[in-house]
T-cell receptor
Framework: AQKVTQAQTEISVVEKEDVTLDCVYE???????LFWYKQPPSGELVFLIR??????QNEISGRYSWNFQKSTSSFNFTITASQVVDSAVYFC??????????????FGKGTKLTVNP | DVKVTQSSRYLVKRTGEKVFLECVQD?????MFWYRQDPGLGLRLIYF???????EKGDIPEGYSVSREKKERFSLILESASTNQTSMYLC???????????FGPGTRLTVL
């Protein structure tokens, strides 16, 4: 069965520090997708990135970067020069396709990031 | 922009009441989902639907039912609310064939 592990429950950093959020996944599928979502204090999950299993290129978007390594089944997320507005709960998720072809996501338990001024 | 709305941000109900949580999306998505979010447990899927009048159980369907009479609306029903159903409830939707889900703002339900 699919599983996503975010071992870091809470992380606290000081503004301008770099921080990496870890995500390790388990799947038997050869084709799958990995996601990161951000949940600010307002509560709504915001989509950050989707990566398919055939694309191991790292991605950078502004201060955000993602490191996908199939060899270690990891999809880690790094925030460079963190800011107070980055404070949120971050979820890693893995796509799961059941026998009916439905497209579900399996979420990790989330990492709460607090960036202090 | 995709918009997923939920009928209430905060709701307080009493044990034994029947509770309806409503979710509406305006992007013609086929798939709709209900999750609950609890501290330390992350998001857990309750039910999902990939078409009108279709529903599938998720990981924790016990104590819940759903209704999808129209494509844009997906309702979560607590037939007889219990205190252990106090939680944050999140609705999401996506296109068929596209697993990127768009989320609503959530409903924080307290059952007393």
């Amino acid at each position: 069965a699919q599983k996503v592990t975010q071992a870091q429950t809470e992380i606290s950093v000081v503004e301008k520090e770099d921080v990496t959020l870890d995500c390790v996944y388990e799947t038997r599928d050869t084709t799958y997708y990995l996601f990161w979502y951000k949940q600010p204090p307002s509560g709504e999950l915001v989509f950050l990135i989707r990566r398919n299993s055939f694309d191991e290129q790292n991605e950078i978007s502004g201060r955000y970067s993602w490191n996908f390594q199939k060899s270690t089944s990891s999809f880690n997320f790094t925030i460079t020069a963190s800011q107070v507005v980055d404070s949120a709960v971050y979820f890693c998720a893995l796509s799961e396709e059941d026998q009916g072809g439905s497209e579900k996501l399996v979420f990790g338990k989330g990492t709460k990031l607090t960036v202090n001024p | 922009d995709v918009k997923v709305t939920q009928s209430s941000r905060y709701l307080v109900k009493r044990t034994g009441e029947k509770v309806f949580l409503e979710c509406v999306q305006d992007m013609d998505h086929e798939n709709m989902f209900w999750y609950r979010q609890d501290p330390g447990l992350g998001l857990r899927l309750i039910y999902f639907s990939y078409d009108v009048k279709m529903k599938e159980k998720g990981d924790i369907p016990e104590g819940y039912s759903v209704s999808r009479e129209k494509k844009e609306r997906f309702s979560l029903i607590l037939e007889s609310a219990s205190t252990n159903q106090t939680s944050m409830y999140l609705c999401a939707s996506s296109f068929l064939g596209n697993n990127e889900q768009f989320f609503g703002p959530g409903t924080r339900l307290t059952v007393l």
